[in-house]
């Protein structure tokens, strides 16, 4: 680790992310490589999509979940984890808790999917209910670990997260190591940390770009800024959930520190590029995984040329409400 004087920031480094490679390899999917030409032509790059889509639970989160889950001492781990997650971290804390055999709870909103629940009930984990607000979030969390002296295993900002989730752009590098440039989506920016460190720590010449929807666009702000920013108010919710979260310090200080540049790109655009994935690349992708390729459409980094890896983040999706399904957003 990267040790700082405030323990909020402190950070993984390579050797970090290359110990959670060992750990997590046990449990998670080595994820395969795809490239699609009838996508390059659109862009005017030669893309390479890691799929984490087709990763345990569906989505990238498995790496850090199971990282931090297996980091824990033995006494630590037999009193359990808890988290707070809507939808995939929560199941890759259950998922993870379950292949350690310790109990995990997962603090939920009241209004989370349906779908989301049963997945993390599945899974073995104890929901516990929340209100939408973080403040409910973090006060649900807070009595969990009291009555039960459970680990918190935060979202994103966590050492132990961020560190397996650069597992996924070690492997990546590993199978294509002549990238210019990796692109990833952010959210509350655990992937892109891992990303960046990782892609930064394996090849220094490698350019990171962070990829997420205008409609929150708090981190091109903060990447201006240097100061954590709101999500923007007075717009729609992003289509993009999985994004819908501001960055912590920690995050911050990450990508100030090893990412490039970060864009935002426009609901009509992702849309659009996780209709071309699921048509031409036949792989079932999230809208927040079909962001990076939403900010290549619509020019946002220049990648002209390029060679280019693309973190795809997660392929759970309803169904029943696709984008371009009459009557959905």
Request: proline share 6%.
């Amino acid at each position: 680790m990267n040790d700082r004087l405030d323990p909020a920031l402190a950070l993984p480094d390579l050797a970090a992310i290359r110990a959670a490679h060992l750990r997590v390899r046990p449990h998670v999917h080595r994820t395969p490589v795809f490239a699609c030409a009838a996508i390059d032509a659109e862009v005017g790059a030669k893309l390479w999509f890691k799929a984490e889509s087709l990763q345990k639970i569906g989505a990238f989160k498995a790496r850090g979940a199971s990282n931090a889950v297996f980091s824990l001492s033995a006494d630590a781990a037999k009193r359990g984890v808890v988290t707070h997650s809507s939808g995939n971290h929560g199941a890759a804390i259950a998922y993870a808790a379950g292949r350690r055999g310790i109990p995990a709870w997962v603090v939920m909103p009241e209004g989370s999917a349906k779908v989301k629940q049963a997945n993390v009930g599945r899974l073995g984990a104890t929901i516990r209910f929340s209100g939408m607000d973080a403040a409910s979030r973090a006060r649900i969390c807070a009595e969990v670990e009291r009555e039960t002296g459970a680990t918190l295993i935060h979202p994103f900002d966590n050492a132990d997260v961020i560190a397996g989730q650069g597992t996924a752009t070690l492997e990546l590098l590993e199978d294509v190591p002549d990238l210019d440039v990796v692109i990833a989506p952010v959210g509350g920016g655990g992937l892109i940390s891992g990303t960046s460190i990782a892609a930064k720590g394996v090849k220094p010449s490698v350019r990171v770009f962070g990829a997420e929807p205008a409609n929150a666009g708090d981190a091109t702000l903060s990447f201006a800024s240097g100061k954590v920013e709101p999500l923007p108010s007075g717009v729609a919710p992003t289509i993009a959930d999985g994004l819908r979260t501001p960055l912590a310090p920690r995050t911050l200080a990450a990508i100030r520190a090893n990412v490039d540049a970060v864009e935002s790109c426009s609901e009509e655009a992702i849309v659009r590029a996780m209709r071309m994935i699921w048509e031409r690349a036949k792989l079932v992708v999230e809208p927040s995984a079909a962001v990076p390729l939403a900010c290549l459409l619509e020019r946002r980094f220049d990648v002209e040329g390029k060679r280019v890896g693309i973190i795809v983040s997660g392929g759970n999706v309803d169904l029943d409400r696709l984008p371009w399904q009459s009557g959905n957003p």
